[in-house]
């Protein structure tokens, strides 16, 4: 049998960044900066062309036209660009209280009582993952995608909001780090398993 038991003390950041690379919120943050974009891009052009309206382009002279012309669209340009960073800011502080707060209720969630370690068996003969105390079984298949951080492997099971997910810290005793170097060359190695690095541990 090659079975390789991991207990650690769950946490915040764990589930913060479980959640920050989840497939289905990095598609709403995606969408979601698209569409500040969109949003400063549509207030340019109506505001340019407001200025534009209200310019006296009466003069005969080529320069003073000209400036006519481009002090209207610069202007526009700059409060475009100081509501794009209000937008940007605005967007990314809600995103990110919002993945605080569901990190901490998975936290709360999961942790097991009496402030116990967390148990998770990776299980080669089966090819699978058992969590918990309740050993919920997640398969090693092509519906399996890893993203590996400087801290931690991330696993997504499924498509979707409510797709499966769990990770494991790469940081603890020399046999817990062990264990982790084993089962992540196995899943490198392991087809159908989408395999991501998200960032190289510091040396």
Not at 8 to 16: A, Q
Not at 116 to 128: G, K, S
């Amino acid at each position: 049998m090659q079975k390789k038991t991991l207990t650690f003390k769950l946490s915040d950041d764990g589930y913060y960044e479980l959640l920050k690379y989840m497939p289905y919120f990095r598609k709403v943050h995606l969408f979601g900066i698209i569409g500040v974009f969109v949003i400063s891009a549509v207030l340019f052009l109506s505001l340019n062309h407001s200025f534009q309206e209200s310019a006296s382009t009466s003069s005969q002279l080529i320069f003073e036209h000209i400036l006519q012309v481009m002090f209207p669209a610069l202007l526009a340009f700059g409060i475009s660009l100081v509501v794009l960073l209000v937008f940007y800011l605005y967007f990314r502080f809600r995103i990110n209280a919002f993945l605080k707060k569901s990190a901490r209720r998975l936290k709360e969630k999961y942790q097991p009582a009496n402030d116990e370690e967390y148990i998770i068996v990776f299980d080669r003969d089966q090819n699978a993952f058992f969590l918990g105390n309740r050993q919920q079984q997640i398969e090693i298949g092509q519906n399996l995608k890893v993203v590996s951080t400087s801290s931690h492997l991330l696993f997504y099971d499924g498509e979707g909001k409510s797709q499966e997910k769990f990770y494991i810290p790469k940081d603890g005793d020399i046999e817990h780090e062990e264990n982790v170097a084993y089962m992540t060359d196995y899943l490198k190695k392991t087809s159908g398993v989408q395999y991501e690095e998200k960032g190289k541990r510091p040396s």
